[in-house]
T-cell receptor
């Protein structure tokens, strides 16, 4: 089964600094990869998705991710962190469109002034 | 367009009882999936319905069941509640079977005492 591993359960950055959240996938077939964000007491919001169209994917709120097959990675980045980015971030994988998502354990992002 | 609506938002039940959670997908969406989120296990797939048929099921005991109605609304039921069933239950809807977009509701927070 497809799976993802998120490195670092907690990441802390200063406001204005680069955000880098790491995700590695395990897949024997081209995967569908996603990044979701969850704010306290809220559901999940899709930030961006990779569906093999382009390796560099741009999402909402200034986030982007690059699919690197050689490294089996799909890391999430944002050039400049904002206080409002503080949340839980989940990487997810699916082996077919519309099928079950397998989520990573999540990374809690803290943004300090 | 209204988002995914889950009711109730919060629920407290006693061990041994049963509970029914409701999910109304985005208008026009025919696929509904359910996920359980706990601090220990993270986000886990429960099941997925499309056009009133269960298409996928996760690795959960038979106490967890669901159904989908002709208007695409879905319910999930948990019988003989255990303390470990305390979790945030999230519902996601997608336009159709092959869609890569899943839109999540805010979830139902179930506490079993």
């Amino acid at each position: 089964a497809q799976s993802v591993t998120q490195l670092g359960s907690h990441v802390s950055v200063s406001e204005g600094a680069l955000v880098l959240l790491r995700c590695n996938y395990s897949s024997s077939v081209p995967p569908y990869l996603f990044w979701y964000v969850q704010y306290p007491n809220q559901g999940l919001q899709l930030l961006l998705k990779y569906t093999s169209a382009a390796t560099l994917v741009k999402g909402i709120n200034g986030f982007e991710a690059e699919f690197k097959k050689s490294e089996t990675s799909f890391h999430l980045t944002k050039p400049s962190a904002h206080m409002s980015d503080a949340a839980e971030y989940f990487c997810a994988v699916s082996d077919r469109p519309g099928y079950a998502l397998n989520f990573g354990k999540g990374t809690s992002l803290l943004v300090t002034p | 367009k209204a988002g995914v609506t889950q009711t109730p938002r919060y629920l407290i039940k006693t061990r041994g009882q049963q509970v029914t959670l409701s999910c109304s997908p985005i208008s026009g969406h025919r696929s509904v999936s359910w996920y359980q989120q706990t601090p220990g296990q993270g986000l886990q797939f429960l099941f997925e319905y499309f056009s009133e048929t269960q298409r996928n099921k996760g690795n959960f005991p038979g106490r967890f069941s669901g159904r989908q109605f002709s208007n695409s609304r879905s319910e999930m039921n948990v019988s003989t509640l255990e303390l470990g069933d305390s979790a945030l239950y999230l519902c996601a809807s997608s336009p159709d079977r092959g869609s890569t977009e899943a839109f999540f509701g805010q979830g139902t927070r179930l506490t079993v005492v």
